[in-house]
């Protein structure tokens, strides 16, 4: 970095950025201590004062002899520059050590102003077996390592060396009165060029730096290129020219600030103003909602009815324009597995829907851990994080969005690492801005562009849909790890004439986190019991091209029938400004009335009936 080159954009051009590419900032400021660095600069500077002085009061002899072989003395500060300013670049911790050995006893010495022009004509290659300056003492004979990097003359080491030690040892009172003259000349020598760091900055690379555990992991990372950001464009989109949204750009998993809500990620919606105008247009809302579900098939009351109105037709209102919402919905059923089941056993489960934010955040790491391991088989994850730079120059046909092109992708075969990783970025996927986009592309990469192609039963099939939406196939990759494009179990041989055989993919195992589909109940699809009845009390539920979550807090509402009968469920939707919580009591012991109107039912009530 000493060398002058060309610059360009993707240049590093402080030392500052090349720590923090490296991620050596933490080993950087272990090793300089601020304190130690300004110890070394004023004792740096009043040994060249202290010098100084001893070769203008004759007390220093001159050191040899000038001979035709020796260069003559010359005025020259711009030597004396250079041969002090380098020294600083020796070990911090042996002059700390050095200084600590000196005895009080010592005699106080004079301040000085600079360096003898002995010592500025010596040549570098000066003999060992020069005169010493003055008789050895006890301390003296001790090993010192001062060093002046660039060929500086063993003798001129020494007299540094020694002179160090005499700096050292005066007392208090008379060592600050030096350092205060050796501030007031430091700029007309120009010898010392140490600069003191701020402890604000000190403070922030704290922030900044990760963790000794991250520095260890096993991390392959590599920018992207052209060729493979147009192969994700192509799987997401169906062709090269097209980009994500603004709902899509902007949109991270942010938490809800709502103290009742705070387990509940926030989908940022452009269209937020016109779905709220139309809350009460569309929906049911307070004591009519209660009497529109009681006389349903098992939803008997209603906690928070006022709130009810997001539970009826919010996916009506998000029509108009489609969003992230079924990323949302499955990180959020994630989030809720990790918060809810997977932490301290015995835990009240209805405290734990108040998180704090450092255990939310933990819980969102762990999820998209969970979600990224599943993805790549339980074998490999694949981390795509934005970098600010632009990795490659689009050419040909190829429309930039400004998020691909930044990306670095960070491959990891562990998944302790991977949780540690996402622990120390995990702020990228919360405050964003591309959040949401950065967990989409980490999962098909971590599922890997060919495989992802497999799961479809079109190779045409693209993950997102006509005006943002997500497919069903971005849903399951999500929730299962792989993107097939149906919700049955299993695979389903579909029989085309004349011995052809078609392959209709569905869900291979149980999955953790469950789906129900509004689709189901107009017999447009079926649902499998993989899905149906996850190992977790948590579902998405697809309901008129929207997602959202269900969950329960009764983990024996799985295994055991005579729970079933009456239990609670919660609801939340990101997209819904709920304000409070909404808790639904189901009672499957009651019959549906015969004359009952889909029309009058909620969609929420009828994805229920499903299961």
């Known amino acids: 970095m000493d060398q002058e080159r060309p610059r360009t954009d993707l240049s590093i051009n402080s030392r500052n950025d090349l720590r923090k590419v490296l991620h050596l900032e933490f080993l950087y400021r272990e090793n300089k201590d601020p304190l130690r660095k300004r110890s070394l600069r004023r004792s740096l500077a009043s040994s060249s004062k202290t010098h100084s002085q001893e070769e203008e009061s004759g007390k220093v002899p001159e050191l040899c002899t000038l001979t035709p072989t020796c260069a003559a003395p010359q005025n020259n500060p711009t030597s004396s520059k250079d041969s002090v300013s380098r020294s600083p670049r020796g070990p911090p911790s042996e002059l700390s050590a050095e200084k600590h050995k000196a005895t009080p006893s010592s005699p106080p010495q004079p301040p000085h102003t600079g360096l003898s022009q002995q010592d500025r004509a010596r040549p570098r290659g000066s003999s060992e077996d020069s005169p010493a300056v003055d008789g050895p003492t006890e301390e003296e004979r001790s090993p010192t390592k001062l060093y002046l990097p660039g060929g500086y003359s063993r003798v001129t080491q020494e007299r540094l060396e020694r002179a160090f030690k005499r700096q050292s040892s005066q007392p208090p009172l008379l060592r600050k009165n030096q350092l205060l003259a050796s501030d007031k000349v430091d700029d007309d020598l120009g010898a010392l060029q140490l600069e003191d760091v701020d402890d604000t900055l000190i403070q922030e690379e704290v922030i900044l730096s990760p963790a000794p555990s991250v520095l260890k992991l096993q991390i392959a990372s590599k920018p992207i290129d052209l060729s493979v950001a147009k192969e994700i464009k192509t799987l997401l989109f169906g062709s090269c020219f097209c980009c994500f949204n603004e709902e899509w750009k902007l949109q991270s998993f942010s938490f809800s600030d709502i103290a009742s809500l705070r387990y509940g990620i926030v989908q940022n919606k452009a269209g937020q103003q ?204 999500l929730l299962t790890g792989r993107a097939v494009s149906n919700v049955f179990n299993d695979v389903v041989e579909l029989d085309s004439g004349n011995g052809n055989i078609t392959l209709l993919r569905g869900i291979a195992a149980r999955s953790d986190v469950g789906f129900l589909s509004l689709f189901e109940h107009y017999n447009v699809c079926q649902v499998g019991c ?82």
């Not at 301290?344 to 762990?366: F, I, K, M, N, V």
């Open 530 to 611: 993989f899905l149906k009845t996850p190992r977790f009390p948590i579902w998405v539920v697809c309901s008129e091209s929207h997602f959202s979550v269900l969950f329960s807090l009764q983990m024996e509402l799985l295994s055991d029938w005579k729970s079933e009968r009456l239990f609670d469920l919660y609801y939340y939707d990101g997209l819904a400004n709920q304000q409070e919580q909404i808790r639904l009591t189901i009672d499957t012991t009651q019959t549906i009335p015969e004359d009952s109107l889909d029309d009058f039912v909620p969609p929420l009530e009828l994805c229920i009936r499903t299961k």
């Open 274 to 477: 016109f779905a709220d105008s139309h809350t009460s247009g569309s929906c049911l809302r307070g004591s009519d909602a209660v009497g529109a579900v009681t006389w349903g098939w098992g939803l008997v009351g209603v906690e928070q009815s006022s709130a009810l109105g997001p539970l009826v037709s919010v996916a009506t209102r998000a029509s108009l324009q489609g969003g992230p919402c079924g990323v949302l919905a499955a990180v959020q059923g994630c989030v809720l597995q990790k918060l809810l089941f997977e932490g301290e056993s015995g835990a009240d489960r209805a405290r734990q829907l108040q998180p704090s934010d450092a255990h939310r955040t933990r819980c969102l790491a762990l999820a998209i851990a969970d979600i990224l391991w599943r993805a790549g088989d339980r074998r490999r994850a694949v981390v795509a994080l934005a970098s600010g730079t632009e990795q490659f120059s689009p050419t040909g046909k190829y429309k930039a969005d400004g998020v691909l092109e930044t990306l670095t992708l960070h491959s990891l075969t562990c998944y302790e690492e991977l949780v540690t990783f996402l622990q120390y970025s995990v702020h990228q996927f919360q405050a964003g801005p591309y959040g949401c986009v950065l967990l989409t592309l980490s999962a098909i990469l971590s599922r890997s562009l060919e495989l992802v192609r497999q799961d479809f039963d079109v190779p045409t099939t693209h993950l997102i849909g006509a005006h943002g939406y997500c497919t069903q196939e971005l849903v399951n990759l």
